[in-house]
């Protein structure tokens, strides 16, 4: 199983970026999927999760209303479009998987992680 996240970079505040996260070796359309989060100093965060079937998502309140998650399933592949950033949204981005068919918002719930993507948002 490898999960390969990218689409990380540096942005000015209000900008946007999409991180992509493409996996193989899963049944992706049977995996709930979710995006974490490590700013400098702190500790990994929740960011976003899909259940497998894309019906339901759930957003941290941090980033609801300029985060959308989306997944397409012919190319077993997750993406995370992220739109007015600001600073603090600095961090590592990692994307994760889980054979569990639920909202999971603890990073220990989840099987498989990539291996994070970087993105620095400048003030």
């Known amino acids: 199983v490898q999960l390969q996240a990218s689409g990380g970079g540096l942005v000015q505040a209000g900008g946007s970026l999409r991180l992509s996260c493409a996996t193989s070796g899963l049944t992706f359309g049977r995996i709930t999927m979710g995006w974490f989060r490590q700013g400098p100093g702190k500790e990994r965060e929740f960011v976003v999760v899909?259940?497998?079937?894309?019906?339901?998502?759930y957003y941290a309140d941090s980033v609801k209303g300029r985060f959308t998650v989306s997944r397409d399933n012919t190319k077993n592949t997750l993406y995370l479009q992220m739109n007015s950033l600001k600073p603090e949204d600095t961090a590592v981005y990692y994307c994760a998987a889980s054979n569990r068919d639920s909202i999971l918002i603890m990073d220990s719930s989840y099987d498989y992680w990539g291996q994070g993507t970087q993105v620095t948002v400048s003030s």
């Open positions: 899909t259940r497998w079937s894309g019906v339901t998502t």
